[in-house]
């Protein structure tokens, strides 16, 4: 059975989901993992290892659903009271397409949330969410276009190589301050998610680390895990690293 993260039998007595919450452009989340929803083998997997991660935002690719519900479609096995569906833009190859399918996701009543076009999308009205590279100069123009993240990535995505640019995420982290900085990409296993946490991400997004596990809802559950231990690290503070030995147990004070 999955360990609920936030729940009775969780981590609730850190007090890491009561105190610490996740904040989105106003809206508190108690879970700092974000799962998307492609390359499973079948919806009724998606839904378990949603279960089992214990997140609470959900992606979903407005494109590669069945909108009008008219056949069986993975928005069935997606408790909308429960996961907050935060529609992307994955196979828009233009702006034109990621602004007409976040419309789409708006009309039939996903989300007005979305990951791209940033500028038009917030003129709109939507909350903005981009994906994007670790470059400073590129998010701080996202930034000032309105973007309510910046959500670059740890490695190229579904690479599944963890995080190959430490020091440009550290770099971001002190100069991303007034959004949540959500990594997103590059993923692939529960260490990577906690390496991200601990550099200071405010979450992590990933969709191919669970669905491409060979067994994905124990990896969900692994990743859900992995989010949480890496921000109470985060939070704790790591001790100083040093190049030489310090004894554990000094020899100051010892009785002889």
């Known amino acids: ?48 290892a949603l279960e089992a991660s214990g997140a609470e935002i959900v992606t979903v690719a407005v494109r590669r659903v069945n909108l009008d519900r008219s056949k069986e479609s993975l928005l069935d096995y997606i408790d909308p009271k429960k996961y907050f569906l935060l529609p992307n833009t994955a196979g828009c190859y233009s702006t034109d397409e990621a602004i007409r399918a976040a419309r789409l996701g708006r009309e039939v009543g996903i989300s007005d ?32 276009a309105g973007a309510a993240t910046i959500m670059p990535l740890g490695a190229p995505i579904g690479s599944g190589l963890g995080i190959q ?52 809802v124990l990896m969900a559950e692994a990743m859900g895990h992995a989010v949480v231990a890496g921000r109470l690290a985060y939070l704790a503070g790591r001790m100083e690293k040093k190049l030489y030995a310090t004894a554990s147990s000094p020899l100051e004070g010892v009785v002889r």
């Open 113 to 144: 949330w979305v990951k791209q076009a940033t500028r038009v999308l917030v003129k709109e009205g939507f909350t903005v969410l981009p994906y994007t590279s670790d470059d400073v100069v590129f998010a701080r123009r996202l930034l000032d």
């Open 165 to 216: 640019n430490r020091a440009n995420l550290q770099i971001l982290r002190e100069m991303i301050t007034g959004v949540p900085l959500i990594v997103d990409a590059g993923v692939g296993t529960a260490s990577d998610a906690t390496v991200a946490m601990e550099l200071g991400a405010d979450a992590v997004l990933m969709n191919t680390g669970i669905a491409g596990a060979q067994d994905p």
């Open 1 to 48: 059975m999955a360990l609920s993260l936030c729940g009775e039998q969780g981590f609730q007595h850190y007090n890491v989901c009561m105190s610490d919450p996740l904040i989105i452009a106003g809206r508190e989340f108690s879970s700092r993992l974000i799962v998307g929803t492609g390359k499973y083998k079948s919806f009724q997997e998606t839904a378990r």
